[in-house]
């Protein structure tokens, strides 16, 4: 029979099926193959006993894709959760987030969460920013249910990673669309204004009043991150994460602009233009110079300098 595996714990896998959720075991030839099953793995099992709901998992299907952080596969898209206040966002963090995706060729959506607390000034310097660089953005409100409809359509059908720092209303947000999760929410602290990462472990969960018979809908919430390392990312590289720079490069003086110090700079024309938002090429700026060897530096965002 086969199914999706949802979690993996202590060497045991949950199984999800048409007939129900199967704890399995990993067969030795996974092994000696240097395979390991991930969350997400399309698989084959043998049924060990149907009604204790027990077996054997003897084969993990082909996969489309893989994430290494968080460890899954057979991903159709990644929406990136942050809240417009109370956390403010870490643009640059977002960022990071981005190319990581990016990176693994994942379509995005944004979404920016506590909506009934943010003015209609701070979600247009959001919408200036990202949509400008070909980016769906979505604002919402875990807390008055304002905005999940929307959510929903987006799901609908399709394997979702769920990503964003903690304190953002990640777990909330699948409480709601999935009551069964039960998931652990955690509080905001006053003081550091940062939520406790309540996520530990990757976990499927499947969203049945989304799924039909020839598609299933599931979600998965991600450990909340402060920092994102950057992989296979360089200097001469980088710009091409920042899409909405392309448009202006060929404005450029020189070839291979690295659009920083160079003078008759396409983008920084642009940018002093307001047709590039402020923020992102500063984030552009900050990255660049980690990247170059220089210990980075992280400023408190301006919202208002987008």
């Known amino acids: 029979m086969q199914g999706k595996i949802i979690k993996g714990i202590a060497g045991f896998y949950y199984i999800d099926t048409e007939k129900g959720v199967f704890e ?17 793995d399309n698989v084959v099992i ?7 709901k027990t077996g054997n998992l003897i084969e993990v299907l082909p996969r489309k894709n893989q994430l ?20 403010d966002p ?22 920016f969460n506590k909506e009934d607390i943010a003015s ?35 799901l609908k059908g399709k394997t979702t990673v769920l990503a964003g720092p903690s304190g ?29 990462n309540t996520t530990r472990h990757s976990e499927l969960f499947h969203i049945k009043d989304l799924s039909d018979d020839k598609e299933n809908t599931y979600i998965m919430d991600t450990p909340g991150f402060t920092s994102l390392y950057l992989k296979d990312v360089t200097t001469d590289n980088l710009m091409e994460y920042y899409s909405e720079f392309m448009e202006y490069e060929p404005n450029c003086r020189f070839g291979g602009c690295a659009h920083i110090s160079e003078p008759d700079c396409g983008v920084k024309d642009a940018l002093e233009k307001g047709l590039i938002s ?13 990247l170059k060897g220089q210990r980075p530096v992280y400023k408190k965002s301006n919202k208002k300098g987008m």
């Open 278 to 290: 402020n923020v992102r090429y500063q984030n552009y700026k900050l990255i660049y110079d980690e």
């Open 120 to 154: 209609e000034e701070e979600k247009k310097a959001l919408l200036d920013a990202y949509e400008k660089c070909g980016y769906k953005v979505l604002f919402m409100s875990v807390k008055e249910t304002a905005g999940v409809d929307e959510i929903k359509g987006i």
């Open 46 to 52: 043998d049924i060990i006993n149907e009604d204790e």
């Open 90 to 111: 870490n643009y640059n963090l977002l960022d990071r987030f981005l190319i990581m995706m990016k990176q693994q060729n994942l379509p995005v959506v944004i979404c």
């Open 24 to 40: 399995c075991r990993a067969k030795g030839i996974f092994r000696n193959k240097n395979v390991k099953p991930l969350v997400g």
């Open 168 to 196: 953002v209303g990640k777990s909330s947000l699948i409480n709601l669309l999935y009551p069964e999760a039960e998931m652990e929410t955690g509080t905001l602290s006053r003081k550091i204004q940062r939520g406790k």
């Open 68 to 87: 290494l952080r968080p460890p899954v596969v057979n991903v159709d898209q990644a929406v990136i959760l942050f809240a417009i206040v109370k956390p």
